[in-house]
């Protein structure tokens, strides 16, 4: 038998940016495509993307992509892909009705080609056959991927949680964890996002419950913020709203979509009259209405960091509003999140963020969970994704304490291939992979100079030196520098002037003729002059005019 291979190309060591290439002879099956945010030494980046190449270059044998469900960190990396290898896009029907006019923003979709799978379908791609089982987790739908190989099923859970009483009544589907368990899963890449807590995670359920208690007892209007996407999160505002005789609305435009898709497709329940315009709820009586809002991660633009700074016409939040923080800080978004939490507080609201019954349940399971999907499915090699390595250290400690052999275990990283032949399995550094940096206007990549280019300017500003150089002599005429955002003052520009005058004169004539040779003596001259003077390091740049 040949062999089988796994290789993340994101999503592996890290909490972000999925996307796993299944490698069968000459068959290959992406599964997920997605994107991560760009951390605070990444200024002018919108999001990140896993790096295609490779892809790329063998896309005569991709197959497809098929996507576990809707988050942003498996599909929102799509279009960049499917620009360069278009293949059919694999997944279930709410997946793609969310997906498709984003892909609509940037592709002409029309060339797409979307195939809609049910959960317990088999497809065939290839030599392999792909299945989805249904899983719960924090947006309807979401499935596990399980690859049927020459050496057995490998089985990607996807985000996954346990939860014996979800909103949708729908619970993962154990019985066929079960089966393929018996017929032989020969690696499990497991979610490990929440292996790090132990026990069994709160049942969505749980944060209905929250609002529960606290809907009663507000006097005022309710402002719930939480994932746009998170629909059985609202289903249960929208209960519990109705239950005691609030009406809703919804602020943000990502979030009114998502219900209206949802609600389309009958995933969520509203009854007749009960959700109004936003227009319509901020003038009724404050204890008649729950306002539903995006910007849980403090995201800049959304409607809750606009409230907060009182730049949002449609709503001001006022004394008297209780505002329900109904989401978890996805890591590096805590600094803005607590500033917009402060600001709401000053407007003279009140916040609300721990509370017992919870009024969040996270949509990874916990310990217990993930030791259960390991017994049940019985993997006879073991890689956690979806965690940063200490994660998958600790999933890896459990997976020890529950007698698995060390060579069957693996800590994937991105690039790295896991084989699988028919007497072993073993990894090879296969990939150097960079990630691709996308800017604001969602087209262009921001290179790793450019990247350095902006944080030297942002930390030290940037000096712009010209030099007019007489055409005979090849000395300089002139030399002025000119600064922005440099908190030097205007002595270090001076000396720089003065040390261009003379390193120019040590040249020879010859030398003092060549563009490069001058700006290289231009720029290494500023460079000394401006950090002896000020100990600062601006960005400079340098230009001669003959
Ligand atoms: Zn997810
Ligand atoms: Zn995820």
């Given at each position: 038998?040949g062999?089988?291979?796994?290789?993340?190309?994101?999503?592996?060591?890290?909490?972000?940016?999925?996307?796993?290439?299944?490698?069968?002879?000459?068959?290959?099956?992406?599964?997920?495509?997605?994107?991560?945010?760009?951390?605070?030494?990444?200024?002018?980046?919108?999001?990140?993307?896993?790096?295609?190449?490779?892809?790329?270059?063998?896309?005569?044998?991709?197959?497809?992509?098929?996507?576990?469900?809707?988050?942003?960190?498996?599909?929102?990396?799509?279009?960049?892909?499917?620009?360069?290898?278009?293949?059919?896009?694999?997944?279930?029907?709410?997946?793609?009705?969310?997906?498709?006019?984003?892909?609509?923003?940037?592709?002409?979709?029309?060339?797409?080609?979307?195939?809609?799978?049910?959960?317990?379908?088999?497809?065939?791609?290839?030599?392999?056959?792909?299945?989805?089982?249904?899983?719960?987790?924090?947006?309807?739908?979401?499935?596990?991927?399980?690859?049927?190989?020459?050496?057995?099923?490998?089985?990607?859970?996807?985000?996954?949680?346990?939860?014996?009483?979800?909103?949708?009544?729908?619970?993962?589907?154990?019985?066929?964890?079960?089966?393929?368990?018996?017929?032989?899963?020969?690696?499990?890449?497991?979610?490990?996002?929440?292996?790090?807590?132990?026990?069994?995670?709160?049942?969505?359920?749980?944060?209905?419950?929250?609002?529960?208690?606290?809907?009663?007892?507000?006097?005022?209007?309710?402002?719930?913020?939480?994932f746009?996407?998170?629909?059985?999160?609202?289903?249960?505002?929208?209960?519990?709203?109705?239950?005691t005789?609030?009406?809703?609305?919804?602020?943000?435009?990502?979030?009114?979509?998502?219900?209206?898709?949802?609600?389309?497709?009958?995933?969520?329940?509203?009854?007749?009259?009960?959700?109004?315009?936003?227009?319509?709820?901020?003038?009724?009586?404050?204890?008649?209405?729950?306002?539903?809002?995006?910007?849980?991660?403090?995201?800049?633009?959304?409607?809750?960091?606009?409230?907060?700074?009182?730049?949002?016409?449609?709503?001001?939040?006022?004394?008297?509003?209780?505002?329900?923080?109904?989401?978890?800080?996805?890591?590096?978004?805590?600094a803005p999140?607590?500033?917009?939490?402060?600001?709401?507080?000053?407007?003279?609201?009140?916040?609300?963020?721990?509370?017992?019954?919870?009024?969040?349940?996270?949509?990874?399971?916990y310990?217990?969970?993930?030791?259960?999907?390991i017994?049940?499915?019985?993997?006879?090699?073991?890689?956690?994704?979806?965690?940063?390595?200490?994660?998958?250290?600790?999933?890896?400690?459990?997976?020890?304490?529950?007698?698995?052999?060390?060579?069957?275990?693996?800590?994937?990283?991105?690039?790295?291939?896991?084989?699988?032949?028919?007497?072993?399995?073993?990894?090879?550094?296969?990939?150097?992979?960079?990630?691709?940096?996308?800017?604001?206007?969602?087209?262009?990549?921001?290179?790793?100079?450019?990247?350095q280019?902006?944080n030297?300017?942002?930390?030290?500003?940037?000096?712009?030196?010209?030099?007019?150089?007489?055409?005979?002599?090849?000395?300089?005429?002139?030399?002025?520098?000119?600064?922005?955002?440099?908190?030097?003052?205007?002595?270090?520009?001076?000396?720089?002037?003065?040390?261009?005058?003379?390193?120019?004169?040590?040249?020879?004539?010859?030398?003092?003729m060549?563009d490069?040779?001058?700006?290289?003596?231009?720029?290494?001259?500023?460079?000394?002059?401006?950090?002896?003077t000020?100990?600062?390091?601006?960005?400079?740049?340098?230009?001669?005019?003959?």
């Amino acid at each position: 038998m040949g062999r089988v291979e796994i290789l993340p190309l994101g999503g592996a060591g890290e909490i972000g940016r999925n996307c796993t290439a299944i490698i069968q002879g000459d068959d290959i099956v992406v599964v997920d495509c997605g994107i991560s945010f760009p951390n605070e030494e990444q200024p002018g980046v919108q999001v990140v993307i896993p790096d295609f190449s490779w892809l790329v270059e063998n896309r005569a044998k991709v197959r497809g992509v098929f996507l576990t469900h809707a988050h942003e960190d498996h599909v929102g990396a799509l279009s960049w892909f499917l620009d360069d290898v278009n293949v059919p896009v694999f997944a279930t029907e709410f997946t793609h009705a969310m997906i498709r006019d984003k892909l609509a923003e940037r592709l002409d979709i029309r060339k797409l080609k979307f195939v809609t799978i049910k959960h317990g379908e088999l497809i065939e791609v290839g030599a392999m056959k792909v299945e989805f089982i249904h899983v719960t987790h924090s947006i309807p739908d979401s499935s596990a991927c399980a690859i049927h190989t020459d050496h057995g099923v490998v089985l990607m859970t996807g985000d996954f949680k346990l939860d014996p009483t979800p909103v949708d009544h729908r619970p993962t589907d154990l019985a066929r964890f079960d089966a393929l368990g018996k017929s032989g899963v020969v690696v499990l890449l497991s979610d490990s996002t929440n292996v790090d807590r132990t026990g069994w995670g709160p049942s969505e359920m749980r944060a209905g419950e929250g609002f529960r208690t606290i809907f009663p007892e507000a006097k005022g209007r309710i402002l719930i913020t939480t994932f746009a996407s998170n629909l059985h999160r609202m289903q249960q505002a929208i209960d519990v709203a109705q239950e005691t005789g609030r009406v809703v609305a919804v602020a943000g435009r990502r979030m009114e979509q998502t219900i209206d898709i949802a609600s389309n497709l009958g995933i969520v329940r509203i009854p007749k009259g009960l959700l109004v315009p936003l227009e319509q709820a901020v003038e009724m009586e404050p204890d008649k209405v729950v306002l539903l809002t995006t910007g849980s991660q403090g995201e800049p633009r959304s409607a809750l960091v606009q409230m907060s700074h009182g730049t949002y016409s449609r709503l001001r939040v006022r004394e008297g509003d209780t505002i329900l923080y109904s989401a978890r800080a996805i890591p590096g978004n805590e600094a803005p999140i607590w500033r917009t939490i402060n600001r709401l507080y000053r407007l003279g609201a009140n916040v609300v963020f721990h509370h017992d019954p919870p009024i969040h349940a996270s949509g990874h399971g916990y310990q217990d969970e993930l030791r259960k999907m390991i017994e049940l499915t019985k993997p006879f090699y073991l890689a956690p994704v979806h965690g940063e390595p200490r994660h998958q250290h600790l999933y890896l400690e459990m997976a020890r304490h529950m007698r698995h052999p060390e060579h069957r275990l693996f800590a994937l990283h991105d690039g790295q291939k896991l084989i699988i032949d028919d007497t072993e399995a073993f990894t090879e550094e296969f990939l150097s992979l960079e990630p691709v940096l996308i800017d604001d206007s969602y087209r262009q990549t921001v290179t790793g100079d450019m990247l350095q280019e902006k944080n030297t300017m942002a930390e030290q500003g940037m000096v712009i030196i010209v030099v007019v150089i007489d055409p005979d002599t090849g000395l300089p005429e002139e030399v002025q520098l000119d600064a922005k955002g440099f908190s030097g003052g205007s002595a270090p520009l001076r000396t720089a002037s003065q040390w261009v005058h003379d390193r120019m004169k040590g040249l020879s004539k010859a030398e003092r003729m060549d563009d490069k040779t001058v700006e290289g003596v231009v720029l290494e001259a500023c460079r000394i002059a401006i950090h002896k003077t000020s100990k600062l390091r601006p960005l400079l740049h340098c230009i001669l005019i003959r």
